[in-house]
């Protein structure tokens, strides 16, 4: 008798990939708590229901210091002695403390509010470029072009480097199972290290008063970051400044290509749109998995978790409980009570996240002025999704643009 065929987890197949949510829900009716092996190799316990979620968060018992990570996540992930995992993700108190507290004030709400007119010109340009062609994939000529353009000025990235960050980017975030892949993540984490190492010779040379020469300076005369975190950092803030805005961005649209009736609302009622925009990232969130490992036995929904092993909050499934959200499944643009998990919590909340709400608010209404009669130019069953469980992000949103308006 031939051995049977090993199917993989519902969390790893193309089924998930295209429409995760009935995994979700199935998981949150029935197996709330539940240890897989994901496709790179080591096991985890991933919690899908609002509460458990939300708990592992904020739980001093779960760390995200890769020197505390079992040897399956070191294999994947590079450990903790390579530079781009010096960052805050991989971190705890107090250095987690320390590095955030360096980086905050770029990304606060104020400085945020002070870049708004800058973004609206950004966004203006894009779109001015658009212009004369019937057909373009808003990932790349929206999404990616718009949040890269932003984080880089903050940054103080170089004009002509940005096309290399990209490539790099997509190796950092596409990375499924096997070999090629792995090369592919080990070859994009080695790149971005070195050009940032070759970056502090230069913003040493010629500061620009940008954030990344800032933290050199701080490195050079107050000895509070290293070489190394100064590496990790600009991964983290390429990260959170970039990759979630692209996933906004399109997935936003996406949504509002598909409901007519709330983009008829949004135009007539644009006061709608930070509830709008809270709600995209609550409904579709580009963000889709946090994970920590337990320093110690942990129990959630009765199920105890051993001391060691990987704790994985399914941020989209807490995003999509019922017992949290009214008509969790519906997108409702009215939704006022909205503690969504799709930027994460706590310490680690993602740093970008007013800089990600604010450039969909600034450049999703802007798209639908300037091409009012914009429209998907696939079937929606057409649309693929990046095969990673990291993120929530389509490959391509092919669309008509239509005349534009004058």
């Known amino acids: 008798m031939s051995q049977q065929t090993l199917q ?25 708590v ?12 991933c919690l899908a229901r609002y509460s458990d979620v939300k708990a592992s ?50 990304f606060s709400t104020r ?36 949040p890269l353009t932003v984080i880089c000025r903050i940054l103080g990235i170089p004009v002509e480097d940005r096309p290399i960050f990209r490539r790099w980017m997509d190796g950092l975030v ?33 500061p620009d008063g940008a954030l990344l ?39 936003g649209m996406k949504l509002l290509l598909m409901h007519p009736r709330i983009r008829e609302e949004l135009e007539s009622a644009p006061d709608l749109w930070p509830l709008a925009v809270n709600e995209m990232v609550r409904f579709e969130s580009p963000l889709g998995i946090s994970m920590a490992i337990a320093m110690e036995d942990v129990e959630y929904s009765g199920i105890t978790i051993p001391r060691g092993e990987v704790v994985a909050g399914l941020l989209a499934s807490a995003n999509r409980d019922p017992e949290q959200f009214k008509d969790a499944d519906v997108f409702d643009i009215h939704r006022v009570y909205n503690k969504h998990l799709g930027f994460g919590a706590g310490i680690h909340r993602c740093i970008g996240a007013i800089l990600a709400l604010t450039e969909a608010r600034i450049a999703l209404p802007a798209l639908l002025k300037r091409y ?35």
């Open 57 to 106: 968060l904020v739980d001093p018992r779960l760390s995200r210091d890769l020197r505390n990570a079992p040897p399956g996540v070191v294999k994947y992930t590079g450990g903790a002695d390579l530079l781009t995992n010096k960052n805050l993700l991989s971190v705890d108190p107090p250095d987690h403390t320390r590095m955030r507290k360096l980086v905050q004030p770029a």
């Open 111 to 146: 400085r945020v509010r002070e870049l708004e007119a800058w973004i609206e010109g950004i966004v203006d340009r894009m779109l001015e470029g658009m212009e004369g062609r019937e057909q373009i994939d808003l990932i790349h000529a929206f999404g990616f072009a718009i």
């Open 174 to 206: 596409m990375s499924g199972s096997g070999e090629a892949a792995a090369d592919r993540l080990r070859t994009s984490q080695a790149k971005l290290a070195e050009y940032c190492l070759e970056l502090i010779s230069r913003k040493r040379a010629e």
């Open 213 to 251: 020469s800032d933290l050199v300076t701080i490195m050079d005369e107050e000895g509070i970051l290293t070489e190394d975190e100064f590496v990790g950092l600009t991964f983290h803030l390429l990260i959170a400044g970039h990759e979630t805005t692209v996933g906004l961005l399109t997935n």
């Open 372 to 406: 009012p009669n914009i429209e998907l130019a696939v079937r929606p069953t057409e649309l693929t999704w990046m095969p990673t469980p990291m993120f929530r992000q389509l490959q391509r949103l092919p669309v008509r643009l239509g005349r534009p308006s004058k």
């Open 8 to 32: 993989p987890h519902p969390l790893f197949t193309s089924e998930f990939v295209n429409d995760p949510y009935p995994v979700y829900a199935t998981l949150r009716r029935n197996s709330p």
């Open 34 to 45: 539940t240890r897989v092996t994901s496709p790179h190799g080591f096991d985890m316990w």
